[in-house]
């Protein structure tokens, strides 16, 4: 088992930057893969970016491309998500995915554990 707690949401400028936090406890936690997913209002959840046990493979949609950037700390047992020039489509709920195979997908199925989620509004 994986517990997953994100943190760091908030309301920010279009334009601005937000850290996000994911703390694990549980599972080994350096041998997992680790994504970031988002769900707006009435829209499906889709991915954003995943990263593999070890960090060295990392995925992003095309939509976040160059704004957002996810690492891990296996130390600390966290994993982030930076997030750069936020614009108003950004606007969502965060959710912190864990999965135990150690190589990223960016299947939301294929995640075996999931956080509460962390809101991220982007104002224009």
């Known amino acids: 088992q994986v517990q997953l707690v994100e943190s760091g949401g908030g309301l920010v400028q279009a334009g601005g930057s937000l850290r996000l936090s994911c703390a694990a406890s549980?599972?080994?936690?350096?041998?997992?893969?680790l994504a970031w997913f988002r769900q707006a209002p009435g829209k499906e959840r889709e991915f954003v970016a995943a990263?593999?046990?070890?960090?060295?493979?990392?995925v992003y949609a095309d939509s976040v491309k160059g704004r957002f950037t996810i690492s891990r700390d296996n130390a600390k047992n966290t994993v982030y998500l930076q997030m750069n020039s936020l614009k108003p489509e950004d606007t969502a709920v965060y959710y912190c995915a864990a999965r135990e195979l150690g190589v990223v997908t960016i299947h939301h199925a294929r995640y075996d554990y999931w956080g509460q989620g962390t809101q991220v509004t982007v104002s224009s």
């Open positions: 549980g599972r080994t936690f350096s041998s997992i893969a």
């Open positions: 990263i593999n046990w070890n960090g060295l493979n990392t």
